[in-house]
């Protein structure tokens, strides 16, 4: 029994030496390393643009290309970028690089980034603040833009005077995607006496979750309901909503119910190319260029312009072919 304890108790101990050993020193002070130490604090892996961002950003910020990255994924959650940032902060990093999830809430953490002297470039979304010089610059979309284009589809394809019955699945609540593409939807609707909002549900820019919904939605109408529009704020509620009308027996495509998308990954755009997407419009994740740029700027002890915007299109299954498929970078 004796040797059976021992034997136990060394084990237990390796065990704790090893996860010890797993947690050390990434806070350790990094202010003396010669490579551009950056702080990267990215939302999570919620969607195929954001996995198509992140390696974006990764393919950068290289030792080679002079950088030291530390990543940090936040798995969707606010507080932990806060923490993330807190930490970037102690490590006395060169930049911190945020890809904030929500407008709302970055007033403290960014100020003590300023009075610790690290610059903050915001990547993709956008933080609502008081004091516009928490952050050097911002690089990204006009969300509001992309929901304009889709709005300016549908007034083409439906003629002026014809009723359009629309599903609103929204992005993350908050996040600048959700409130610039649902404000273009929300204008668009109100300028047009015969569009109707039938329902309004939250996709959290996840397939899951948005399956769930649509699925709890549609089984819960007396019966098949006149459906024109599924106006999706990113292709994996895209997914999931196709997935759920689908199971129901809805017909998706332009003689069907017409799922809008954004992002266009190549997901969604083979889905248009077979005619079950209408419309995807693009969403470029491919930020890491241009972040870079903007980081070596400051470097150069030049103040960098305070927005940047990404060019991008609208795909519609006619635009679109085998050979535009290939060529797509995510
Ligand atoms: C848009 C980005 C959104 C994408 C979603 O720039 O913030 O977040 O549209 C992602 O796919 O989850
Ligand atoms: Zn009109």
């Known amino acids: 029994m004796r040797r059976f304890l021992r034997i136990a108790l060394t084990l237990l101990g390796l065990i704790f030496v090893s996860a010890c050993g797993a947690g050390t020193d990434t806070s350790g002070d990094l202010s003396g390393e010669e490579l551009t130490v950056i702080g990267m604090c990215q939302v999570g892996a919620e969607s195929d643009w954001r996995v198509a961002n992140s390696e974006s950003m990764k393919a950068v910020f290289t030792e080679e290309n002079g950088y030291r990255l530390l990543f940090d994924d936040a798995r969707q959650k606010q507080e932990n970028q806060i923490t993330a940032i807190r930490k970037f902060i102690q490590q006395q990093v060169d930049y911190i690089v945020l890809m ?7 007033d403290s953490v960014l100020q003590e980034a300023k009075e610790a002297g690290i610059p903050v470039v915001l990547v993709d979304r956008m933080v609502d603040v008081e004091d516009e010089s928490l952050y050097a610059a911002h690089i990204g979309s006009n969300f509001w833009e992309e929901g304009m284009r889709a709005a300016a589809w549908m007034e083409q394809v439906f003629p002026e005077g014809d009723p359009v019955r629309i599903i609103h699945i929204q992005g ?3 996040s600048t995607a ?11 609707v109100n300028s047009h006496e015969n569009w109707e909002l039938l329902a309004r549900l939250d996709g959290d820019f996840t397939q899951a979750k948005t399956y769930e919904v649509m699925t709890d939605y549609l089984s819960a109408l007396p019966e098949k309901g006149d459906i024109d529009v599924v ?38 755009l083979a889905e248009c190319l077979n005619g079950k997407i209408s419309l995807a419009v693009e969403c470029n994740p491919l930020l890491g260029p241009l972040a870079a740029e903007v980081i070596q700027a400051m470097e150069a002890g030049r103040v960098p312009e305070k927005h940047h915007y990404v060019e991008e299109q609208v795909f519609a299954a006619e635009d679109l072919t085998e050979a535009v498929l290939e060529s797509r970078k995510y």
């Not at 959700?178 to 668009?188: H, K, V, Y």
């Open 100 to 106: 904030p999830i929500s407008e709302s809430g970055w």
């Open 172 to 174: 993350t609540a908050g």
């Open 178 to 188: 959700q409130l610039g593409r649902t404000a273009a939807l929300e204008e668009a």
């Open 231 to 268: 106006y999706c704020e990113n292709d994996n509620i895209a997914f999931g909503a196709l997935q759920a009308l689908e199971e129901q027996g809805y017909t998706c495509g332009r003689n069907g119910v017409n799922i809008i998308t954004f992002d266009a990954t190549r997901g969604a």
